[in-house]
């Protein structure tokens, strides 16, 4: 147990290590006069697990670290980031929760990272996210919860990703991408009760979804495939108002934003209308 730390554990061009089974408890109030629960820099082949982390500035920080494996860790009630990492490649992060931090996960100018089976729930604020993705290439995201965030994923600039088995619940944004994205496929992922499924502001380019869940899906299902037969527009154009106006969010739910937005998904205008999932799963999917 390490308390009223300025940083917890800090590892330094070390490799082939072990950072296991710690309690680190911070008292952190400022962003500037406090450290990290536990820091790599320029370390390869550590592994990070059941590590308990609170109250530091950034839980877990990694930078110049690759083929390193974080998994069964707990970073909550952080001041900014309870997972921060920069240009460290090929690292595995599994089965953490990261709840309640200042500005939730950022990850950073890396590339073949697999996020599997994380939770990531309850980091509001005006500039926090579940996850933070900036040039991030070739990753894969599989089987994580995002539930109760400001946004559940940012995407900025990153390219060739998988989205795959993901929860969206009850984020107010699931899905925002901003910039430069090229190859970010959402397959079979469940979108439940979002105030915006996805915000847009840049072109569709190569990105996909296919066969996911939305719980706001008004389409049949004629011929009982499980699939819905008509496709389905994630971009309501109330979301690309607030995107423009952030103020219009007083109106949220009101009876005059369900019109504008059922005009538009009748002949889209302002929205993109070739950003379509083709083939709505009827059903939320389990796995």
């Known amino acids: 147990v390490l ?10 061009k070390s490799s082939y290590g072990k950072v296991y089974h710690n309690k680190i408890v911070g008292d952190a109030k400022e962003e500037y006069n406090s450290g990290n629960g536990i820091q790599l820099w320029y370390s390869n082949h550590i592994e990070i697990e059941h590590n308990y982390v609170v109250h530091v500035r950034d839980g877990i920080y990694l930078e110049f670290s690759d083929d390193c494996l974080i998994k069964n860790n707990v970073s909550s009630m952080n001041l900014r980031y309870g997972l921060h990492f920069m240009f460290s490649n090929n690292d595995v ?3 953490n929760t990261f709840e309640n931090n200042g500005a939730g996960v950022a990850v950073m100018f890396s590339k073949k990272i697999k996020m599997l089976n994380n939770i990531f729930r309850e980091n509001w604020g005006t500039a926090s996210y579940g996850l933070l993705l900036k040039e991030i290439n070739d990753a894969e995201i599989i089987g994580n919860t995002f539930e109760e965030n400001t946004i559940g994923i940012n995407i900025e600039g990153s390219n060739r990703i998988v989205y795959k088995h993901n929860n969206f619940i009850k984020n107010g944004w699931a899905i925002k991408v901003r910039g430069a994205t090229y190859s970010n496929h959402f397959i079979e992922n469940n979108f439940l009760y979002n105030s915006f499924d996805l915000a847009y502001n840049s072109k569709v380019n190569d990105n996909s979804f296919d066969m996911n869940f939305w719980s706001n899906y008004t389409g049949y299902d004629l011929n009982k495939d499980g699939i819905g037969d008509v496709p389905h527009r994630p971009i309501k154009l109330f979301s690309y108002i607030v995107n423009k106006t952030p103020e219009t969010i007083i109106l ?18 302002f929205t993109p209308d070739n950003l379509v999932d083709k083939k709505p799963i009827i059903k939320r999917i389990a796995w």
């Open 93 to 95: 992060y599994k089965d």
């Open 252 to 269: 949220l739910r009101s009876l005059f934003i369900d019109v504008i937005d059922f005009s538009e998904k009748v002949s889209p205008v």
């Open 3 to 12: 308390e009223k730390l300025f940083f917890g554990i800090y590892l330094e």
